[in-house]
């Protein structure tokens, strides 16, 4: 069915968020331009592109691996839980 929807006009809080930039852009002497291509270059994030860069699961060092084996050893040989702080 097509039933008839009323308009209520625009919605109070989108008003006063309008309202408010109108309001902010003035004090500054500056215009908000968001979502063009060259605001965007503006605010990328360069850490977002160096994360591509990294390794965040690097595999453990050879000495790591045998004192975690060491470890593991002497707990079972003395039958204790080392804790480590």
Known sequence: MN???PSF???PEMETTANSI???EAMYN????M???ES??????PAKE??????FAPELDHDIKVTHTNLA???EALGTTMLQT
């Not at 500056?30 to 331009?33: A, G, L, S």
Request: aromatic share 10%; proline share 3%; charged share 20%.
């Open 3 to 5: 039933y008839p929807v």
């Open 9 to 11: 006009g625009a919605d």
């Open 22 to 24: 109108s309001i902010g």
């Open 30 to 33: 500056h215009k908000i331009i």
């Open 35 to 37: 979502g063009t291509e």
């Open 40 to 45: 965007k270059a503006q605010w990328a994030n």
């Open 50 to 55: 160096a994360a591509s860069q990294y390794d």
């Open 73 to 75: 050893n002497a707990e």
